[in-house]
């Protein structure tokens, strides 16, 4: 997408209430014009690029030229008032970080012990009919038969099709599913360790959340226009917008022998945002896509490769047909000490916590050097447990320090302390570190004792200078001898 | 004085400096945006009411037209950095990319002029020197 076509969310609620009130009637009407098979609402696409201008998308056939047309066969530029564009059936094809995640998480990726293919972990979410955990992928990840389900082992990064499940990673089994039926391509499998013979718990193996997203709120309907996220274990996290929320897909299975390919409508088409040349690429089959309320909306299974376009399922029928409810807090249920400690803080792969200790030591050797420098330290050094407490254990800080990308931003500094100066990245998924330090003061002076909120109150404008004069560790301690000299001579 | 009057007013007081053209560009830039918010997204419209929004620009707009005049540092209990701050926070949380960046690239900025500042006259007056110094450097 070249032009900026973000619309917030509130909006894009707004403009769908708009659409709906004569949705039905407009649908009704293009049906009847022959080689007209979808009506959906998404954004006009102008010679290939998408413009901020919501439509009904109207999928047909094959697209004609208007000589080609006969009379009665041309879709109007408007109806009801709102614009249209035509756009032909999609063609997809099914989409397929190699890290081993304990706790298991989102967006991590899995394998099945009869191929060698693999594909992405959607999310986690509890089989209605027992409670029972079950992770949510799709069928042609989670199931080596076009036709039927063999109780396929799934492992996680991978199976090598070994019957010990600690030599092989196996993690559950596929228990449910739909390929050629249901309008979807969706199976689930169900978590090892939850017998009760079985003398581990799985609530000590999973966490609710997928990687780089962060905790998940639960479920709810897609929204056209809107924004969504996805992690997947090939392209990883990616940004789109849903720019037609009834497309049409023709999608190619060719894991299968042999191949077969199956229409469905009714289907999320997603366009990557700037800065994602895809959304999808196989390999990601089988992740989620999450809005901006952290609500999982769709259940990713094909990409059209030219075009990086993803395709996905709308999460409400999927819930439906398999019976399954997405899982919706970020806390543990059992574990004593372990409630609300997110993944994100505890298992990011780049996280070597040794090396981040030894950082911070360098880091106030250095600081040490200037008289505000060693301000700041002290600072730190009073405040340095409540602060630990409230990232670790306060659930509305826990969940700014990773929405704000803290824990990213943290492993940037220690690293760029430690190797060669090397610069902070100026944003991390669209945040910059002014950002999150202003969301971390705001909710400091909320959260904080009486003492941490007088000495952020105090000191955050400090900080926020030292920290926004540069995005390199020497940058910052020029700042803090200019500083020195203004202040103390 | 008529709304759309004081505002030119203001525009008028920015234009005369490359640093005041810039802070201009930036504020009509993101109006839309930040007025949608404040009247439409109700975290923003609960943030704006309970930290007297409309109490506090008032006095701002106020303090930017006679030299004497301050605006209001508090208000029941709020400080005027409070309300920067807090309106700053859900601003970033719930607007398009482009508001959450340039919030966190000039809240430092405001957030210190609340704070060292007594009126929206000296606001205006700091912003213009700030481009002297700049030129300076």
């Given at each position: 997408m070249s032009e900026n076509t973000y619309i917030p969310r509130d909006e894009v609620v707004d403009i769908n209430k708009e659409f709906n009130k004569v949705r039905k009637k407009a649908e009704k009407e293009l049906l009847k014009i022959p080689g007209v098979i979808a009506v959906g609402v998404g954004l006009k696409q102008v010679k290939g690029e998408f413009k901020r201008q919501p439509c009904f998308k109207v999928t047909v056939e094959k697209k004609k030229s208007s000589k080609e047309l006969k009379s009665g066969e041309k879709v109007p530029d408007t109806i009801f008032g709102f614009i249209t564009d035509v756009v032909e059936i999609s063609h997809g094809q099914s989409s397929v970080d190699g890290n081993k995640y304990r706790p298991l998480i989102g967006g991590s990726k899995i394998e099945i012990s009869s191929t060698s293919g693999y594909g992405t972990m959607g999310c986690l979410a509890t089989r209605d009919s027992d409670n029972k955990i079950v992770l949510l992928s799709n069928w042609h990840v989670l199931v080596n038969d076009a036709n039927s389900i063999n109780g396929?082992?799934?492992?996680?990064?991978?199976?090598n099709g070994c019957c010990s499940c600690c030599a092989c990673n196996e993690i559950g089994k596929t228990v449910d599913g739909r390929l050629q039926s249901g309008n979807m391509d969706a199976a689930?499998?169900?978590l090892s360790g939850q017998d009760e013979s079985a003398d581990t718990s799985p609530s000590e193996k999973y966490l609710k959340e997928i990687l780089n997203i962060g905790y998940i709120t639960g479920s709810a309907a897609p929204v056209a226009l809107e924004t969504v996220f996805k992690y997947g274990a090939r392209t990883e996290f990616t940004k789109g917008q849903i720019t037609n929320d009834n497309a049409t897909t023709n999608v190619l299975y060719d894991?299968?022998?042999?191949?077969?390919?199956?229409?469905?409508?009714?289907?999320?088409?997603?366009?990557?945002?700037?800065?994602?040349?895809?959304?999808?690429?196989r390999g990601d089959s089988g992740s989620v896509s999450v809005n901006e309320k952290q609500e999982v909306i769709g259940l990713n299974y094909a990409v059209n490769?030219?075009?990086?376009?993803?395709?996905?399922?709308?999460?409400?029928?999927?819930?439906?047909?398999?019976?399954?409810?997405?899982?919706?807090?970020?806390?543990?249920?059992?574990?004593?000490?372990?409630?609300?400690?997110?993944?994100?803080?505890?298992?990011?792969?780049d996280f070597n916590i040794p090396n981040l200790a030894s950082a911070f030591a360098e880091a106030e050797a250095e600081l040490g050097h200037y008289r505000s420098g060693k301000k700041m330290i002290e600072l730190f050094r009073l405040h340095r447990d409540e602060l630990l407490e409230l990232v670790n254990h306060k659930r509305e800080v826990m969940a700014?320090?990773?929405?704000?990308?803290?824990?990213?931003?943290?492993?940037?500094?220690?690293?760029?302390?430690?190797?060669?100066?090397?610069?902070?990245p100026e944003q991390i998924k669209?945040?910059?570190?002014?950002?999150?330090?202003?969301?971390?003061?705001?909710?400091?002076?909320?959260?904080?004792?009486?003492?941490?909120?007088?000495?952020?109150?105090d000191n955050y404008l400090f900080i926020m200078d030292v920290l926004s004069s540069g995005m390199h560790p020497e940058e910052w301690k020029a700042h803090l001898s200019k500083y020195d000299q203004m202040a103390y001579n | 004085m008529p709304k759309h009057r004081k505002l030119e007013y203001f525009e008028d007081q920015l234009k005369v400096t490359p640093f005041g053209r810039e802070v201009l560009k930036i504020v009509q830039s993101h109006m839309d945006e930040v007025m949608y918010l404040i009247n439409k997204n109700r975290p923003t419209m609960v943030c704006w009411q309970r930290h007297h929004g409309p109490k506090f620009i008032r006095s701002v707009v106020n303090s930017g037209f006679e030299k004497d005049t301050e605006f209001v540092k508090e208000i029941e209990g709020v400080t005027i950095e409070e309300i920067l701050l807090n309106m700053a926070e859900v601003l970033q949380d719930n607007g398009s990319p482009e508001l959450k960046n340039t919030i966190g690239k000039y809240a430092a900025l405001v957030l210190r002029m609340a704070r060292?500042?007594?009126?929206?006259?000296?606001?205006?007056?700091?912003?213009?020197?700030?481009?002297?110094?700049?030129?300076h450097e």
């Open positions: 396929e082992r799934v492992g996680q990064p991978s199976h689930i499998a169900l894991n299968y022998t042999p191949n077969i390919t199956i229409n469905r409508p009714g289907q999320l088409e997603i366009t990557p945002a700037a800065g994602f040349p895809m959304y999808l690429n490769q030219v075009t990086g376009v993803g395709f996905a399922t709308s999460i409400i029928p999927i819930l439906a047909t398999l019976g399954i409810t997405i899982l919706n807090t970020t806390f543990h249920s059992s574990e004593a000490g372990k409630e609300g400690v997110p993944l994100s803080a505890r298992v990011v792969p700014a320090w990773n929405r704000y990308q803290g824990p990213s931003y943290l492993a940037h500094i220690a690293r760029s302390i430690r190797r060669d100066n090397k610069p902070i669209g945040v910059t570190l002014q950002s999150l330090l202003l969301k971390m003061t705001a909710v400091l002076k909320r959260n904080g004792s009486p003492d941490l909120v007088r000495s952020v109150t | 060292e500042t007594n009126s929206l006259h000296e606001v205006i007056q700091r912003i213009n020197n700030t481009q002297i110094l700049q030129q």
